[in-house]
């Protein structure tokens, strides 16, 4: 019986796992091997690693684990965790059964990308969902926004920081609120109501073809739409979730059911991998804490 079943190996996973490996814990973490930022080239705004590949990341992450003989990490998805007298049982993609005294998700997010045609292939090339990830890169550049509403405003702000020559894509909706039309003016960026109809790369950035009027050439696109979580678990084991879909925990990553715990991109709105893996480590002190009160009342 492991003392911590971990579900997911991204940056929060294999932190809580560094955590309680030092802690001498019994730790398995398993990982799906579908990580959100597979298809970053580089992770940016991780102190000591800015710009390292993603995969890189997770190589030397399974190399320090290595080091520590309590800790295992599986390539194995869990696809079913339920409560037993001792804590969890889970079943994994193998069939196998496992067990654990407390359970950890760092399962993370899906990005629901836009149904424009071209897209996909373009996603981590010339088309991104984060300007603090990836806005750096294309500075005093000339880019889109991909959205509609207060959503498609707030990544506008957040990319004036990077450039002025932007202009906002609704795909065919052409309304706004008072307040979205004021940050719009206030910005000086144009709008196209028009659908658009395909994206297609070029050398240096793509191309916006609408349905109407004039092809508009970007070095990017920067879209800001819906995600989801990208496991279930949460969900069957009765965590609460706040209205943009992600697990409530409290201040020390505790979700509120017993023995529970959450890090990373499935329970916060700062989506960066170095926030997920301080929530990983805070999540491991939490989750050691309440094994010594259970050994030692």
């Not at 990544?155 to 894509?169: H, I, K, M």
């Not at 706040?242 to 409290?250: P, R």
């Amino acid at each position: 019986m492991y003392e911590v079943l971990v579900v997911g190996a991204g940056p929060a996973g294999m932190s809580a796992a560094l955590v309680l490996g030092r802690s001498r814990r019994r730790v398995l973490v398993c990982d799906s091997g579908r990580p959100r930022n597979a298809v970053t080239p580089a992770m940016h705004g991780y102190l000591s690693r800015d710009g390292l590949p993603p995969p890189e990341l997770r190589r030397i992450g399974r190399e320090e684990l290595a080091h520590y003989p309590e800790v295992a990490v599986r390539d194995e998805p869990v696809l079913e965790v339920a409560r037993d007298a001792g804590g969890f049982v889970a079943t994994l993609g193998c069939g196998e059964r496992v067990r654990a005294r407390k359970l950890l998700l760092a399962t993370g997010v899906v990005d629901e990308l836009p149904a424009v045609p071209g897209l996909p292939s373009l996603y981590g090339r010339a088309v991104w969902h984060c300007p603090y990830c990836d806005g750096y890169e294309l500075a005093d550049r000339p880019l889109a926004v991909y959205g509609k509403g207060a959503r498609a405003t707030s990544e506008l702000r957040a990319l004036t920081r990077f450039s002025r020559d932007l202009v906002v894509c609704t795909d065919g909706d052409d309304e706004f609120g008072d307040a979205e039309r004021a940050c719009i003016e206030s910005v000086g960026a144009s709008v196209r109501t028009e659908r658009v109809v395909r994206l297609e790369p070029r050398p240096d950035g793509l191309a916006i073809v609408f349905d109407a009027g004039p092809v508009v050439e970007r070095a990017g696109l920067f879209f800001s739409t819906a995600l989801h979580q990208r496991s279930k678990l949460a969900e069957s084991l009765g965590c609460s979730f706040d209205e943009g879909g992600l697990i409530v925990t409290e201040d020390n990553q505790a979700s509120g059911v017993p023995g529970v715990y959450v890090a990373g991109d499935a329970a916060r709105s700062v989506l960066l991998a170095i926030v997920a893996a301080g929530e990983g480590a805070q999540a491991a002190f939490a989750i050691n804490r309440e094994l010594l009160r259970e050994e030692f009342p």
